[in-house]
């Protein structure tokens, strides 16, 4: 029982780098989401997909990149990486045209920026 | 827009002791509200839900919440916490459109003495 998988777990980079941090769920759901988790901040959502071939921008969404692949994968991209990007990155998904419905969320992945 | 206002940052209760954690919300209709707890270095799980009906709802754990629409909250109580409660808890609620979204507060971290 996979849920939501999100690599890598850990990653440092230097500033102006680019990365992709990849998230994949197999639970057939429909809408995916990016946020972003800081100190004192609580989540904050960077982007979503409400379903497959679309996605939005959140509240967040400034210097990241998404790209929904397929209806299991959704990834995001950093181009040029800035040490305001350090922070817990979490991916999540829900079904379709639930909104009482629960949002399953990955691990996390650790990112910092030097 | 919706927002969510967790007022306590950080708690610390006695194990075996009552626990409340506050949550309010604004949101101009009827809100769906989430609690979640997230145990270090794990994502978010849920711990219970609302959208309507009984304004009094059960969660896992032990754990139960209340609505007052008079009062725009959503408290989170356990009558006798136990040392594996220590977590970090965040309210969010849920918009009715635009891709079910859900808007976080800032967390509250519960300490558990022994």
């Known amino acids: 029982n996979a849920g939501v998988t999100q690599t890598p777990k850990f990653q440092v980079l230097k500033t102006g780098q680019s990365m992709t941090l990849q998230c994949a769920q197999d639970?057939?759901?429909?809408?995916m989401y990016w946020y972003r988790q800081d100190p004192g901040m609580g989540l904050r959502l960077i982007y979503y997909s409400a379903s497959e071939g679309t996605t939005d921008k959140g509240e967040v969404p400034n210097g990241y990149n998404v790209s929904r692949l397929n209806k299991r994968e959704f990834s995001l991209r950093l181009e040029s990486a800035a040490p305001s990007q350090t922070s817990v990155y979490f991916c999540a998904s829900r079904a379709a045209g639930t909104n009482t419905g629960e949002l399953f969320f990955g691990e996390g992945s650790r990112l910092t920026v030097l | 827009a919706q927002s969510v206002t967790q007022p306590d940052i950080h708690i610390t209760v006695s194990e075996g002791a009552s626990l409340e954690l506050r949550c309010n919300y604004s949101y101009g209709a009827t809100p769906y509200l989430f609690w979640y707890v997230q145990s270090p270095g794990q994502g978010l799980q849920l711990l219970l839900k609302?959208?309507?009906?009984?304004?009094l709802v059960q969660g896992i754990k032990g754990f139960e919440a209340e609505f007052k629409r008079s009062q725009s909250s959503f408290n989170l109580r356990k009558p006798s916490v136990h040392w594996s409660d220590a977590a970090e808890y965040f309210c969010?609620?849920?918009?009715?459109?635009?891709?079910?979204?859900?808007?976080f507060g800032t967390g509250t971290q519960l300490k558990v003495e022994l």
């Open positions: 639970m057939n759901h429909n809408s």
């Open positions: 969010a609620v849920g918009a009715t459109g635009g891709g079910n979204k859900l808007t």
């Open positions: 609302y959208f309507s009906g009984d304004t």
